[in-house]
């Protein structure tokens, strides 16, 4: 499947305002996400597997790919298009010889250091931030606009922009390099997750269009 990472959606069932994981991620849907990632941090192994496996056919009837945050055992068992990793995770390049050389593999960089690593062991794309402050993650360090665009240069994998990102502020993000932006509480916590979803995605095709103008 192919790597559109315009925006990012990742899905933390503990974080939907009250409402059903699977609403909320079709509604995202619709609104034009292009790739969700499935973010399970407590809970049972089996919910995890149940709630994967719905999303899982929820993302295939949009063409949208599937990712597992750190899990590279549970990708498999749901078959999932890929895997996202931290840097204390399991490293990338098991996780490509795990799950074969068509999956989307995910790492989380910070620094050019660490986006070279991750380039060198095999890696399509990067997760880089925290560009903005955050609620979504606790102990979240900033690296801010001009951390973001530091990595963006040091790579040629594609970046996606995470932490505290949302329409307003996505443009900075694609002016600074990166090739998307990934929220979780811009669309998840949304009186309207469709209509967020919508905003952040017009707000990021326009910023790419203007960024291409610029050559």
């Known amino acids: 499947m192919s790597l559109d990472l315009r925006v990012y959606l ?6 939907t305002g009250g409402r059903s994981p699977l609403e909320v991620a079709e509604a995202a849907l619709r609104g034009g996400v292009t790739v969700v990632q499935l973010r399970w941090k407590v809970g049972p192994l089996r919910e995890m597997l149940r709630w994967g496996a719905a999303l899982r056919e929820l993302c295939r009837r949009y063409r949208v790919p599937l990712l597992i945050n750190d899990r590279a055992d549970v990708a498999l068992a749901l078959e999932a298009d ?6 204390e995770d399991l490293p990338p390049e098991v996780a490509r010889r795990l799950l074969g050389p068509r999956a989307l593999i995910g790492v989380s960089a910070r620094t050019p250091e660490q986006a070279q690593a991750a380039e060198a062991a095999g890696a399509d794309y990067l997760g880089t931030g925290s560009v903005f402050p955050t609620g979504s993650k606790e102990g979240a360090r900033l690296i801010g606009l001009e951390g973001l665009r530091t990595v963006a240069r040091a790579t040629r994998l594609p970046v996606v922009a995470i932490g505290g990102v949302n329409a307003e502020n996505a443009a ?7 090739a998307g932006v990934a929220v979780i509480s811009a669309i ?7 209509a967020a979803a919508r905003a952040l995605r017009r707000a990021v095709d326009e910023a790419l269009a203007a960024r291409r103008l610029e050559g």
């Open 10 to 15: 990742v899905l933390d069932p503990a974080h």
């Open 82 to 87: 890929g895997v996202h990793v931290g840097q």
């Open 172 to 178: 900075a993000c694609i002016q600074a390099g990166a």
């Open 188 to 194: 998840t916590q949304a009186p309207d997750p469709e």
